[in-house]
């Protein structure tokens, strides 16, 4: 579960939000929605630590986010950015840089079934449109042993046959805390829990 209780963050002497509280439930789906501006990247980044909250407590699988706890909640994590930007040349490349036990037929199972061809696993990067890099870093995320996922607008380079199939891969994962950030209505529709800010 993650928790935010009070929290406040504001960006110079614009505030992004104030006394902000909510949780996303463990083995649910939780998207955040609203307009672009108020806060939904900022949450996602708030939860691994990289942006501090003014005021407020986050709670990650019961560790409160502070220094001391910040490197075990990052081990329960797992992160698909909007805008993909690697420091490797492919997905072969990608599973080495992360140095974890992943199973590439796993991560091979959630290519296809998000409609991509299976050398998307070893061909370059540079040779993918947007749509494609994100869905095969969604793939290793979704594959990776971790308890909690965060999409930030992971429809946002997708078309609708693409969306439909990250909606199944994503309910299909049982077990995992997915939470999202997104302004798409079908991909809105498909979470269990969706906070609006």
């Known amino acids: 579960m993650i928790e935010f209780e009070g ?69 329960k994590l797992a992160f698909a950015p909007q805008n993909i930007n690697l420091p490797v040349k492919n997905g072969k490349e990608l599973v080495e840089l992360i140095g974890e036990d992943l199973s590439e037929d796993l991560i091979m199972r959630n290519i296809g079934f998000l409609g991509l061809s299976s050398d998307m696993f070893n061909r ?41 199939h990250l909606i199944r891969l994503v309910a299909g994962q049982k077990g995992k805390t997915i939470v999202s950030a997104s302004h798409n209505q079908k991909w809105i529709n498909s979470a269990d829990e969706v906070i609006t800010l």
Do not use: W, Y
């Open 124 to 164: 370059s990067f540079d040779e993918m449109s947007g749509g494609q890099k994100q869905r095969v870093v969604i793939a290793f995320c979704l594959a990776l042993p971790r308890q909690i996922v965060l999409l930030d607008e992971p429809t946002a380079s997708l078309d609708d046959e693409s969306i439909d």
């Open 7 to 75: 929290v406040c963050l504001s960006f110079g002497a614009v505030s992004v939000f104030e006394d902000l509280s909510f949780h996303a439930d463990a083995g649910l789906h939780t998207c955040l929605s609203g307009l672009s501006g108020k806060g939904k990247s900022s949450i996602l980044k708030m939860v691994q630590g990289f942006v501090v909250p003014e005021k407020g407590d986050i709670l990650v699988d019961g560790l409160e986010l502070n220094p001391e706890n910040v490197k075990a909640i990052r081990s």
